[in-house]
């Protein structure tokens, strides 16, 4: 069973970057699609970016491909979300996610159903 660790979060002011981790283990990291979502109370989860196994082909919300960067390293079996020049609208608790099966295209990498393992949260908050 895949788990999944995110860490990264905290306070930062309008303007500024994190950068957040997500750490796997319990299954060949390669071989998983990994996405991160994020989610603010009363609303669903919504997506944020995504990145293949294998190629490494990466899918990004429009409103964020501008300022969010998703990647991964397979050598230490985790992936990374930067964000840079954050916004107040960027507060949310950010969650990183796994895909064990089949995917194909955006609409497919975009869809928290198509997710089988998630990780606990970690919450970023941007001060005016």
């Known amino acids: 069973q895949v788990q999944l660790q995110e860490s990264g979060g905290g306070l930062v002011q309008a303007g500024g970057s994190l950068r957040l981790s997500c750490a796997a283990s319990g299954r060949t990291f390669s071989n998983l699609a990994m996405a991160w979502f994020r989610q603010t109370p009363g609303k669903e989860r919504e997506f944020v970016a995504a990145i293949r196994r294998g190629d490494g082909v990466t899918y990004y919300a429009d409103s964020l491909k501008d300022r969010f960067t998703i990647s991964r390293d397979n050598t230490k079996n985790t992936v990374y979300l930067e964000m840079n020049t954050l916004k107040p609208e960027d507060t949310a608790v950010y969650y990183c996610?796994?895909?064990?099966?089949?995917?194909?295209?955006?609409?497919?990498?975009?869809?928290?159903?198509?997710?089988?393992?998630w990780g606990q949260g970690t919450r970023v908050t941007v001060s005016s």
């Open positions: 996610a796994a895909d064990l099966d089949y995917c194909v295209g955006y609409e497919c990498y975009s869809h928290y159903k198509q997710y089988d393992i």
